[in-house]
T-cell receptor
Framework: DTEVTQTPKHLVMGMTNKKSLKCEQHMGHRAMYWYKQKAKKPPELMFVYSYEKLSINESVPSRFSPECPNSSLLNLHLHALQPEDSALYLC????????????????FGPGTRLTVL | GENVEQHPSTLSVQEGDSAVIKCTYSDSASNYFPWYKQELGKGPQLIIDIRSNVGEKKDQRIAVTLNKTAKHFSLHITETQPEDSAVYFCAASLLGNEKLTFGTGTRLTIIP
């Protein structure tokens, strides 16, 4: 089973709203990722959690706040977003490949299509 | 940092013919090269990957070749079918780095 699930599938929010995106995997992976993908562009890395600790933040604005409650769950909290933040938000997971052990293969979820009005 | 170039950006192929997508990377330390297929409204799905200790890998109609000296790798799809129509992304990384650098994508259209 290589499934990563994401909820909701679609989200429309105003600039003053607070919402959260959720991601779940049950593959025992210890690395989880948030990506942002604009139309006709490749995914753009936002955050990486490794063993439930934030290991990479690609200088993402503070209106995006990630959270990893446990090894299977990843959240992305959204607050005071701008219309240009409208995009497909993808979650991915992989076995943690520290020290060359394991694999870096990243498995992606179906994404949440976010529209900011 | 790593930079990955991907060509062509669009490709139309007659059903049954072969399709080839090429990528070049800049960082000679990169040693992991996955290919993803993304259908409309879906997340990217891994279709094949290759590590730098291997020159070629094949899985049914899909194959990937890697030339470490030239720093380029290619995806080959034979006997194309309409369901192969999608956007394909190549990527490169250093194992253990956790960061994938993606190419810009190729929109493949299979003409029935």
């Amino acid at each position: 089973d290589t499934e990563v699930t994401q909820t909701p599938k679609h989200l429309v929010m105003g600039m003053t709203n607070k919402k959260s995106l959720k991601c779940e995997q049950h593959m025992g992976h210890r690395a989880m990722y948030w990506y942002k993908q604009k139309a006709k562009k490749p995914p753009e890395l936002m955050f990486v959690y490794s063993y439930e600790k934030l290991s990479i933040n690609e200088s993402v604005p503070s209106r995006f706040s990630p959270e990893c409650p446990n090894s299977s769950l990843l959240n992305l909290h959204l607050h005071a977003l701008q219309p240009e933040d409208s995009a497909l938000y993808l979650c991915a997971s992989s076995q943690e490949a520290r020290l060359g052990v394991g694999t870096d293969t990243q498995y992606f979820g179906p994404g949440t299509r976010l529209t900011v009005l | 940092g790593e930079n990955v170039e991907q060509h062509p950006s669009t490709l139309s192929v007659q059903e049954g013919d072969s399709a080839v997508i090429k990528c070049t990377y800049s960082d000679s330390a990169s040693n992991y090269f996955p290919w993803y297929k993304q259908e409309l409204g879906k997340g990217p799905q891994l279709i094949i990957d290759i590590r730098s200790n291997v020159g070629e890998k094949k899985d049914q109609r899909i194959a990937v070749t890697l030339n470490k000296t030239a720093k380029h790798f290619s995806l080959h799809i034979t006997e194309t079918q309409p369901e192969d129509s999608a956007v394909y992304f190549c990527a490169a990384s250093l194992l253990g780095n956790e960061k994938l650098t993606f190419g810009t994508g190729t929109r493949l259209t299979i003409i029935p």
